[in-house]
């Protein structure tokens, strides 16, 4: 109820390279990922828990350069992780898709660089449990090809330990739908209850 019952949601990010970056002459400092969250009837809490992280985002970068993941570290944030793990196989970790990391998952998330659905999908955390799965939750619509190709240059592998080199996460900002238009997104402003 808080975010409206206008679908799909959209979160856009404002980023910021820093002059490490190999291309960074060439390119500058701007970038921006907007990402398309799946439809909230196949995993609800991973979708508010999201919103919530983007709605009192503060802090937080690209720290993780690994061959099938980007991973994004969110510092100063209330939500602290998922009550629980949620999967929906009607969602599954593609390439371009955006899922929770660690455990218990979040608020740490990451786009899937290739496709993830065994790395990530059901059965892949536990030999003991064959059904959990890190939360997939949505898919990088714009910048998927530029934005997300450039943070894969960044001078380093796994986690990367030297703050100059992350990419800065300036801001999150939520999108809905503008009316009856598929295609027309607005910023979302927070009612006044």
């Known amino acids: 109820a808080r975010y409206g019952k206008l679908e799909p949601y959209r979160v856009r990010l404002v980023l910021e390279f820093q002059d490490t ?7 500058g400092p701007d970038g921006e990922i907007v990402i398309e969250l799946a439809p909230s009837n196949l995993v609800p809490h991973s979708i508010f ?9 503060k802090k937080g970068a690209f720290h993780r350069i690994a ?22 196989p009607q969602f599954p970790h593609k390439k371009g898709t ?37 939360s997939c939750f949505g898919k990088v619509v714009v910048g998927f090809d530029d934005v ?37 997104f607005v910023e979302w402003i927070e009612p006044l209850f």
Do not use: C
């Open 21 to 27: 970056i190999p291309d960074f002459a060439e390119n």
């Open 148 to 184: 997300v190709q450039r943070i894969k240059k960044v001078d380093g592998k796994e986690f990367i330990s030297d703050a100059k080199k992350h990419v800065l996460i300036k801001s999150m900002q939520i999108l809905v739908p503008a009316g009856n238009s598929e295609n027309e």
């Open 98 to 134: 955006v899922g929770y990391a660690g455990r218990p998952s979040g608020p740490a998330w990451y786009v899937s660089t290739q496709d993830n659905s065994r790395n990530h999908g059901p059965g892949s955390q536990q030999d003991h449990n064959p059904h959990e799965a890190d």
């Open 49 to 57: 828990s999201f919103l919530e992280i983007a709605r009192h985002w």
């Open 67 to 88: 061959g099938h993941v980007l991973q994004v570290m969110v510092n100063k944030n209330p939500v602290k992780h998922l009550a629980f793990q949620e999967y929906s």
